[in-house]
């Protein structure tokens, strides 16, 4: 089963693997969404979306459509 | 002859600090102006260095790269690339913040590689000891070419280093940094290094990334660029591999001069986070603030504001008194300074609104707001950005829909433009409050609630539904081409600035007198003519009125008052009023409400002092103006004019109707088409129309 970043937990991390969108947004990278570096899910919204994350020193929030799009290497069962 | 000023400007990401340095650097110096053709502020100011040279500053808006993705973002390209501009920089100064350095140096580096000079200054570096950062600042500066500045514009700390720097611009080295081409497509690059020499090579790849030509470029090399044009896909795949070695780049940098020890690191964010958007607390604390806003914008203003109208009435009769009789002067006592005053009224709202907006904004508190609401908005076709419109919108729809720039997408961006004049705005609060009184019993209802306070608050509650539920609606029907992604930078808190604070203030409020005020002054005076001149009745108004009046012992001052309703009845306007009074008899109005409607299209809170000539009272106080509107009787049932029904059916109509020519001017403006407000116009006007009637029927 293919893990994105919309499967994390509050407080898990993982890798990014890639970024498939069927056109990726360049912004998305240059905030610091790279394939290799880790990301960690902050805080998720009350209602489920948006989702609040931490990556390569940036915080910023996205929408659970964009973090089903960033797909992870593998879980790191590491609560922060 | 004497060398021209050094134009110096400021890029960096947004929440860095770069406008406290701006801040700092220039002071009361500033001013706001537009780039020519576009709606984007442009904000610059004067610097004096230390040797008592003077320098030209532009705070540039805030960007994470130099790939813009919004009209503010495409201001940075443009200025660095147009350098045959005569306000293309002589030194870039890159502002960072000393903790998303490396996102920071992302932008950084892209400055770099166009071979501007270009100096780095990282800010807040009083919170390196807290954060447990270090940086090994030689290293860094032999790494990226560059002079690197740590200042702190909180505490005011550095700003006399970074004028230094900029005193010595000729001496900062403008090779590039990162060699773009080696791992991405080295002959393709090769290609375009000897095709376009006139250039750098990153800015050539610029000027080919860019759907249109940028900035001044020859009919040579624009045709070369346009040999280098790659398909979308292969473009996306090229600045994509950009992004991911930029940044391999940058983290190698890092790696060597950067160093973060975490225990020491006190975690606020978290702590913060955790409260501010729990799923309980998070509304609740968004709620209180939202109603200690309200209170405020009510309450604080309502002095400043008694006190502005004062004035305003006093310097009006003052002028009608020593200002000799004629045209001009009427013109002047009537028309401007009554024109002014309505325009000036609003600054104290206006004023304590943006003061709430700036301080949440600076705090790093609004993106929390957005994170909130995001999906509750997304519901009804707007964003999370949407909301903060929303509630700036409730003091004046016109700086309300400037505040829509930061929403990305297009179409999310035009609901909003589109439905924020529904909500209940300061001008339609006198309005309801006079109507409200003539209609409603000042009674209590369980003993506690005041009637005609929960009236009003319906009518608050009618204004956010009907903004909310035609978005809904206009979410389906809307076919607007759009394909921005949310994204939203979660910002560290901190404690406002006073100094960013004020200026925020200082400038939103002048863009709204300058802007709105404009039209409002211009529809004042054209509708100060329409009501002193008239028909031929008009002119000999006093003549007729003092004639029919002999014999039937009528006071001075009330014959004065008897001739001013009775010219207004033959102005121009009056004549105006009669003719809508057809169309506007089945809402329940006559064309003495039909004039006040019309006026009220300069400015609702118009339709009061328009009444108060109508009801022919001599001065503005409400008490008189009610006693005679409550008198008002309707010819043809006998019963009072203003009775349940036609007054629920006003208070529907001004509820709807967008009667504003600022909010028509400025959404003109923002969606530089007239399509849009006259869709809003007309829609809007529709609506109301429908509305009041199924009221005045319901009811009667």
């Keep these: 089963m293919i893990h994105t970043v919309a499967d994390l937990h509050k407080g898990e991390k993982g890798i990014i693997d890639k970024l498939s969108f069927e056109e990726i947004p360049l912004a998305l990278m240059e905030m610091g969404c790279i394939p290799g570096k880790e990301v960690t899910l902050m805080q998720i919204s009350p209602l489920n979306d948006p989702l609040y994350i931490r990556v390569n020193g940036s915080h910023f929030a996205i929408r659970r459509e964009t973090a089903e799009g960033i797909t992870l290497v593998k879980r790191l069962c590491d609560e922060i | 002859m004497k060398s021209k000023k050094l134009n110096v400007v400021l890029v960096g990401n947004p929440n860095t600090g770069k406008t406290s340095i701006f801040n700092q650097l220039t002071g009361l110096t500033q001013k706001v102006g537009n780039y020519p053709g576009i709606t984007v502020d442009k904000k610059q100011g004067t610097c004096k260095l230390l040797d008592g040279s003077l320098v030209t500053i532009t705070d540039l808006p805030g960007t994470y790269s130099i790939n813009p993705t919004s009209l503010d973002e495409s201001i940075v390209l443009e200025t660095l690339l147009d350098n045959e501009n005569k306000e293309y920089p002589d030194l870039v100064i890159v502002v960072a913040e000393v903790e998303n350095l490396k996102r920071n140096l992302l932008l950084f580096t892209q400055v770099k590689d166009l071979r501007v000079p270009a100096i780095l200054v990282v800010n807040m570096a009083d919170q390196m000891c807290r954060k447990g950062i270090s940086i090994d600042l030689e290293g860094l500066e032999a790494i990226l070419k560059t002079k690197i500045v740590l200042v702190s514009a909180r505490k005011k700390e550095g700003i006399a280093d970074v004028k230094n ?41 610029l000027l080919i990334t860019q759907q249109n030509h940028v900035g001044f470029i020859s009919e040579d090399s624009k045709r070369t660029i346009d040999t280098f044009k790659l398909d979308r896909e292969k473009l996306k795949k090229y600045q994509h591999k950009e992004t991911i070695y930029r940044y391999k780049y940058i983290n190698d940098i890092l790696k060597k001069v950067y160093f973060v020890d975490r225990s020491k690191g006190f975690d606020l964010r978290s702590k913060l986070d955790k409260v501010l958007t729990h799923k309980v607390f998070g509304y609740v604390i968004f709620i209180a603030i939202l109603l200690l806003m309200f209170q405020s914008v009510f309450d604080w203003a309502s002095a400043p504001m008694d006190f502005i109208d004062e004035f305003f009435s006093d310097l009006s009769v003052w002028s009608k008194e020593s200002l000799p009789e004629g045209m001009l002067f009427d013109l002047i006592t009537e028309g401007i300074i009554p024109g002014i005053g309505g325009i000036v009224i609003f600054i104290p709202q206006i004023a304590i609104l943006f003061l709430f907006v700036a301080v949440l904004e600076e705090t790093g508190y609004m993106s929390r707001v957005v994170f909130l609401m995001d999906k509750i908005m997304r519901r009804f076709g707007m964003s999370g950005k949407s909301v903060i419109p929303l509630i700036s919108g409730t003091a004046c729809a016109i700086p309300a829909i400037m505040a829509t ?50 009236v009003l608050m319906a009518l608050y509650v009618l204004g956010f539904a009907s903004a909310i539920i035609s978005a809904y609606i206009l979410n389906k029907v809307l076919k607007v081409e759009s394909k921005n992604f949310f994204i939203i930078e979660m910002p560290n808190y901190k404690l406002p600035s006073l100094k960013n604070v004020f200026f925020d203030v200082l400038e939103k409020t002048k863009a709204f007198v300058l802007g709105a005020g404009k039209i409002i002054l211009a529809i004042s005076i054209v509708l100060w003519f329409l009501a002193s001149n008239g028909t031929d009745d008009f002119t000999n108004a006093e ?63 118009v339709f009061v002092g328009t009444l108060s000539t109508i009801y022919s009272v001599g001065s503005d106080n409400e008490g008189t103006i009610k006693q005679r509107m409550a008198a008002e009787i309707n010819p043809v049932t006998k019963e009072k004019r203003f009775n349940l029904p036609a007054g629920m ?24 088409s007239w399509k849009w407000p006259i869709f809003q116009l007309v829609g809007m006007g529709v609506l109301a129309y429908v509305s009041a009637l199924i009221t005045f029927l319901i009811l009667k």
């Design chain 2, 405 to 454: 720039r930061n929403i990305g997408d297009w179409k999310d961006r035009l609901i909003t433009i589109l439905v924020t004049p529904f909500t209940t705005c300061s001008a339609r609060l006198p309005v309801y409050a006079i109507i409200i009184a003539l209609i409603i019993p000042d009674e209590r209802v369980l003993g506690i609630f005041s009637m005609q306070g929960f």
């Design chain 2, 165 to 205: 720097a900029i005193s010595n611009y000729k001496e900062y080295d403008v090779s590039s940094l990162f060699k773009i081409s080696e791992k991405i497509d080295q002959a393709y690059f090769d290609e375009i290094k000897s095709s376009l020499k006139e250039f750098s090579l990153y800015k050539s790849w």
């Design chain 2, 649 to 672: 059916s006003l208070l529907v109509f001004y509820a709807f109707a967008l009667q504003c020519m600022g909010t028509l001017a400025i959404v003109k403006r923002e969606t530089r």
């Design chain 2, 543 to 605: 003549k007729i009125v003092t004639e029919n009046s002999v014999g039937k012992n009528i006071s001075e001052e009330d014959l004065e008052s008897e001739i001013a309703s009775f010219k207004l009845e033959n102005s121009y306007i009056g004549v105006m009023g009669k003719m809508i009074e057809p169309a506007i008899a089945p809402l329940g109005y006559d064309w003495k409400i039909g004039i006040a409607l019309i006026s009220s299209f300069a400015a609702r809170e």
